[in-house]
């Protein structure tokens, strides 16, 4: 007798189980587990019991302290203007480059698309850790072949000032990320349907307007997802500044929000360290939900 | 031709005296000065240059003594003693480097391994079995997705010193299994190589879920596990962040941290260390690159598959 339709999903509740549990497991121990204590450290704070010595530090309560004490440092404020200025100077480049290369492969007029792919992605499997030792040598006056030849132009790099520790980190992340949009991009600029583009090149389009006009709207999904990742990404900078800060100096302990949370960490402020956490978790929800609804409200327009 | 193209684009090669057909109009587009094939190719050239130059960079600061990394240019070469600065790194501290590559292939390698299996038994899971509250549950890993890393990261490094496990394999092993992004990338592939009839059709032969899986899904889920393995594979090899936090002993650096080690000591030692962390830096991308190149058929699927939905 086959099995009846109850008895075939009720093998499927267990297998389901066996199948996921692995998974579920380790997301609530690693993932939801640590953002439960971490809401929990933000309202307490580490004391020592007694009179210093021999006493068993313990958790105070201490209500939204915590919060205040973040949201009243200048140097946590400033971190979240740092990476605000940086996400308005990387985002437009990066993805503006990236949608360039793709049209450009996508056009009727590119050779050797895959080779080309392959070599645009290659900076992207470079740990951002080599990559910012990398381009931090390259930034060493005397060391760069770059810098001198932008100084034989007449543009001075300064990486001593903001804008050119700003500056110095935006293409870094430019050049690691650039090629991975590329890929989505032309990904996407392939499923647009050949009929579209031959019907407005029938119409006169040239290459630059079904590029721009046709091709460039059509993949709209596609680079508001990007935007909407780089964001997450940008917000959370962390790896590239902490390296290239040996060439950048106005680079400081707190010049980004994760930059800030780490030293928080590392004077073992946990407390302080969970509540900017749990703070620009909620700034990069407010992000994203302002990219998405951003987004939308332009595609109606 | 519509009399809008001709204003727009009067740098078009148009001659009067012959009629504008097809043939017109291809040949007046190829001859746009602003977009041919020379300056397309060259601009993808330019790029190309951009994104390869400094790898290149690496390559020759790796063949190079310290003295001439600041005497000579960037890009030309010195005398070579790649071989010397090679040994030198296999062998100092009692070949420590190698020990870190070692401790990345555990991370990283046998933590993709896993992680990936994991993620396509849950994948599966949700794409092919029906169970109660399923959508729900899908909704939790797609908040996962979202989630930063910088939420969990300072409350596990607290979970872990609560349970002696900094400073300790486990502790940076454990955290990176489980992928979110993995269960929906398993999920998106297990719809698009798994047939459902296939299924329906072993079930009703009476082949238990386990076996269907084993012998009938997994096999054509395969692609699907190198795309995630090669993920998994570079995440957990370029993991900086908690190793950072988690590990002091540097016994158990990953390649990345012992770099970063290294760098910190620099000034301590010039001569020692600048060979070290250019030739080391070098080493530490190879795996990356052959992984990248061995299992290059897979990136782009899951690449796109995750994005362009």
């Not at chain 1, 900078?237 to 400081?252: H, M, N, Q, Y």
């Not at chain 1, 960490?265 to 909620?282: E, F, N, P, R, W």
């Amino acid at each position: 007798m086959p099995p009846t339709r109850s008895g075939l999903a009720r093998r499927q509740y267990g297998v389901a189980a066996l199948f996921t549990a692995p998974f579920f497991l380790l997301f609530f121990t690693f993932t939801l587990a640590p953002i439960g204590y971490g809401g929990w450290l933000s309202l307490h704070r580490e004391q020592t019991s007694g009179l210093g010595l021999g006493g068993e530090p313990e958790q105070v309560f201490v209500g939204l302290d915590n919060f205040t004490r973040a949201l009243t440092d200048p140097r946590f404020l400033g971190s979240f203007a740092t990476v605000g200025l940086y996400c308005l100077v990387y985002i437009p480049i990066m993805i503006g480059i990236a949608l360039v290369l793709a049209l450009l492969l996508d056009s009727a007029y590119a050779r050797a698309k895959r080779f080309f792919q392959l070599a645009l992605y290659l900076p992207n499997i470079v740990p951002g850790l080599i990559a910012a030792m990398i381009w931090t040598y390259l930034y060493t006056p005397g060391l760069s072949p770059i810098i001198d030849a932008l100084e034989k132009f007449g543009i001075p790099f300064n990486l001593g000032s903001d804008a050119g520790a700003i500056g110095a980190v935006a293409n870094l992340t430019t050049w690691m990320h650039t090629g991975y949009n590329v890929i989505i991009f032309f990904a996407a600029l392939q499923a647009v349907p050949r009929e579209v583009i031959e019907a407005s090149t029938v119409d006169g389009a040239g290459q630059i307007r079904i590029a721009w006009s046709v091709k460039a709207p059509m993949i709209r999904g596609a680079v508001v997802l990007a935007v909407l990742f780089t964001v997450i990404g940008a917000m959370q900078l962390f790896t590239e500044p902490f390296i290239v800060r040996d060439a950048a100096t106005t680079i400081d302990q707190a010049w980004t929000p994760s930059l800030y949370i780490y030293q928080l960490t590392k004077a073992y402020d946990m407390g302080g360290a969970a509540a900017a956490s749990l703070i620009l978790t909620v700034v990069l929800a407010v992000a994203s939900f302002l990219v998405t609804r951003f987004s939308k409200k332009g595609a109606t327009l | 031709m519509s009399p809008s193209q001709t204003l727009t684009r009067p740098d078009a090669a148009v001659s009067p005296d012959r009629p504008a057909g097809p043939a017109e109009r291809r040949r007046s587009r190829s001859a746009t000065p602003l977009l041919s094939k020379g300056v397309v190719n060259g601009v993808l050239l330019a790029a190309m240059l951009w994104t390869v130059l400094p790898l290149t960079w690496l390559v020759i600061a790796a063949t190079k003594g310290y003295a001439d990394l600041y005497q000579t240019g960037g890009f030309e070469f010195a005398r070579v003693q790649l071989w010397e600065n090679l040994v030198e790194l296999f062998t100092f501290g009692d070949g420590l480097f190698l020990r870190w590559l070692l401790n990345s292939f555990l991370y990283a390698g046998v933590g993709a391994l896993v992680s990936s299996m994991i993620s396509i038994l849950a994948g599966y899971a949700f794409d092919k079995f029906r169970f109660p509250g399923k959508e729900r549950w899908f909704g939790l890993v797609l908040v996962g997705v979202l989630v930063p890393a910088a939420v969990t990261t300072v409350p596990l490094y607290l979970m872990a010193s609560d349970l002696g496990l900094t400073n300790n394999f486990w502790g940076v092993f454990l955290p990176g299994l489980a992928s979110p992004f993995g269960v929906y990338l398993g999920r998106v592939f297990s719809q698009a190589y798994v047939p459902d009839e296939l299924l329906e059709a072993t079930r009703v032969d009476g082949a238990g879920e386990l076996r269907t899986f084993w012998q009938i899904a997994f096999p054509l889920l395969r692609p699907a596990f190198a795309t995630l393995f090669l993920f998994g594979f570079t995440g957990g090899w370029n993991a900086f962040f908690m190793p950072l936090l988690m590990l002091s002993d540097h016994n158990l650096y990953p390649v990345g941290l012992g770099l970063f080690m290294w760098r910190q000591l620099i000034n301590t030692d010039q001569d020692l260390y600048y060979p070290l962390l250019m030739t080391g830096s070098l080493v530490a991308i190879l795996p990356l690159i052959v992984a990248f190149f061995s299992l290059q058929r897979y990136w782009k699927a899951g690449l796109t598959a995750g994005a362009v939905k």
